[in-house]
């Protein structure tokens, strides 16, 4: 997906200490990041300094294609290609969109309980976006009905109400570095727990919550 | 029984299949709220009475009101929210401006709640990328070619494209469009995606 | 999916209730037979039998589910509920000597989730009642999956009209798999379609217009 881009050098402008990325690479993340937002069932870390690199690679892509003449064969490739990374960027912020709305307070909880040094689980306009979701959704429950009824029933908390992701929910994921003493917990009473190995490249079915820190960590691609 | 009046509210509902929004029933609605209101004041009654006259055998009865106040606000609540999801998905489908015959089954609280929502959501989509902004709720599906066949559904009068070109979108005629342009005519049902 | 379309909230699972779903509400409304163990003062109306100011304790009444459990103790015993037939040992017996027979529409239609619901009340019964629902459950789970599988473009109402709701969700799920799959197959994965919605409400415009 990423020959149209290798026209430019590197991504990153300014030449500080920071890591390199060339613009395949960084569509490898995007694409990474995106697949892993689909299919898992809880809100993933943010990736904006991915998202920014690549709105920027989109942007210099663009005025790139308005200095090619029109009909020209390349043109509408290059056109194809800036089509199909903003689908992917799209549907990426979509999937993360979708997960805020349907667990807005516990999103919202999860980012108030982080500690300090922790990576945020939220970008800023996401975080403002979640913000304003839960006031007036709150606000308007509290217009039409709960504020008309009796004094003992004028709140209902959301953090109850709204349910939460279903962490035990199962995932296709492959492994990316091989992984050892992975703990799976019994499905049946009958059962006991044990452990598996994860073989570096080997794809496996299994519950969210097993693996849940590798997907984090990268160690492992949801599929 | 009590809370019959709430569980027809949550049907109506179930009944409306496919995400369509029924009217909005304040009657229903109402209703609700005056049960609330009497099983609370009898409710307030008993526990004096309970408490004074040391009428502990009034306590089951009390509770069962109170199940009952709860079960009305739950079915409320719910009533309200699984409305609300309904609404939301009108935003992706129609676009901002919602057609008339939606908009009359909102209540005034619910336009208020989706124009809020309309706002939160274009100043999201306004600030990402460090504020370069990016339509999201464009590029739904994955696209396969730059341009495609389409066939006006209705008239809908001219479009203008990337080029400056404008073409006249009359009823049954067809065109060779860019496929951004499309995507939320075809959404709407204005346009038609034709295959070959 | 990449769909931004309405999507309701889901019932909870196991003996879980989900506050605002809908389905749960709609299950919770299902009745159970109970015995009052004390009287209910000045709320003899409820009981359309009797024209007395209170029920008295030992009344035989039936209750929804919600309520029986708002007022269900452990400790005090407010009052009993009893297994509604399809869960007691007799249909215990049938279902488990053939799950697929049985209509669980009708003896239902939330046979699954209701048979959860009822392991809240400290029967002697509740391991019996939790195994007879997952065996019945592993025992249709085949032929639902084939049938949602394989029933492509066809009346699919003789399929369906048998299962229990969680079942019929199920069948959906697999059907929309099975729909989305034919249609990438063919090529018409990337056709850019009309909201369902939109379509929806045109075709209620129309309908509107017939006298």
Known sequence: MSDALSDDGSVNQDDSQEDVMTPAELIAKLEEAWLNEKFSPELQENKSEVVECVMEQLTHMEENLQRVKKGDAKASIHRMEIDRIRFVLSSYLRSRLQKLRKFFPHVLEKEKSRGEGDPSLLSPEEFAFAKEYYANTETYLKAVALKRMPPNLQTVDMLKAVPEPCLDSFVFLRVKERQENILVEPETDDQREYVVDLEEGSQHLMRYRTIAPLVSTGAVQLI | ?196 | MDTQSYLPVKPGVGMEENFLSLDDILLSHERLPIRTECSFPRLGFLEKSSDSHDIPEGTKMELPLWLSKGLYEKKRRVLSVELPKVYREGWRTVFNADPNVVDLHKMGPYYYGLGSQMLHFDSPENPEIAQTLLQTFIGRFRRNMDSSQNAYNEDTSALVERLDCLEKALFSSGQSGLNSFQSWEKGRASQLTASSLVLNYRKRKINDLQP
Not at chain 2, 13 to 26: D, K, Y
Request: aromatic residues 8%; hydrophobic residues 35%.
């Open chain 2, 1 to 196: 029984m009590f809370c019959e009046k709430a569980m027809e509210l949550i049907r109506e509902l179930q009944r409306s299949n496919e995400g369509q929004l029924p009217a909005f029933n304040e009657d229903g609605l109402r209703q609700v709220l005056q049960e609330m209101e009497s099983l609370y004041e009898q409710n307030q009654t008993d526990v004096n009475e309970a408490k004074s006259d040391g009428r502990s055998e009034l306590i089951p009865s009390i509770k069962l009101r109170h199940c009952c106040l709860l079960r009305n606000q739950r079915c409320l609540t719910a009533y309200l929210y699984d409305r609300l999801l309904r609404i939301r998905a009108l935003r992706w489908e129609y676009g901002s401006v919602l057609p008339a015959n939606v908009r009359f089954h909102m209540c005034a609280e619910e336009v208020q709640w989706f124009s809020q929502y309309k706002k939160s959501l274009a100043s999201f989509m306004r600030s990402l990328g460090g504020g370069e902004g990016l339509d999201i709720t464009q590029d739904m599906k994955p696209p396969k070619s730059l341009y495609i066949q389409v066939r006006c559904l209705k008239d809908h009068g001219e479009l203008e494209i990337d080029d400056g070109t404008v073409i006249l979108l009359k009823k049954n005629s067809q065109h060779f469009l860019p496929r951004w342009k499309c995507e939320q005519l075809i959404r709407q049902g204005v346009l038609e995606h034709v295959m070959s």
